[in-house]
């Protein structure tokens, strides 16, 4: 994955195709987006952050505890992306403590567990606020982060992610996410 505006080529390679945004053809885009922080985070004051937030990495952290009763885990919300290929978004989510223990202490595959409820935490560029919308988190193999389901709601998001997007569409939300990569 990648991290907020820290973003890496990862040279998925495709079809050339045309964007109707900028008329240029491409032959590659990212295909994952991430944020390196939760919005939560972004609410404390700066000269808080250090006291207030606890990530168990400052590079690549995977959970989040705030002021001991916020507790935040990060997770992939695919979004299918025509031609079978999938557009990644590495969001946070908000859970309940005990949802929060059991990613944490689970050790096996959780692809048959029961899903984990949760909102999300993450702005994602794009859409409109897509802050607090509710979701579903099934957890993985140990080795992989959890997958993101948006509950059914006629936000733009929730509807991408159940229908699908284009590739123009994915070009629009990575302009969105990373803009210095178009100047």
Not at 69 to 87: D, S, T, Y
């Amino acid at each position: 994955m990648v991290g907020t505006v820290r973003m890496a080529r990862l040279g998925y390679i495709m079809a050339k195709w045309k964007c109707s945004i900028c008329d240029e053809e491409h032959d590659e885009i990212t295909m994952d987006i991430a944020y390196a922080r939760p919005q939560h985070y972004f609410e404390i004051p700066e000269d808080e952050r250090a006291q207030r937030a606890r990530f168990n990495d400052e590079t690549n952290a995977d959970v989040c505890i705030i002021d001991g009763n916020l507790f935040l885990v990060r997770a992939v919300l695919p979004v299918p992306v025509e031609g079978g290929k999938e557009f990644r978004h590495g969001v946070w989510v908000l859970v309940d403590e005990p949802g929060f223990r059991k990613y944490a202490t689970f050790e096996a595959d959780g692809s048959n567990e029961p899903p984990l409820q949760g909102r999300l935490s993450s702005e994602v560029p794009g859409y409109p606020s897509t802050f607090l919308l509710p979701v579903e988190i099934q957890l993985g193999p140990p080795t992989q982060r959890p997958s993101v389901r948006l509950k059914p709601s006629k936000h733009l998001f929730s509807t991408e992610q159940r229908e699908g997007i284009t590739m123009t569409r994915v070009h629009e939300l990575v302009q969105a996410a990373l803009p210095e990569m178009f100047e």
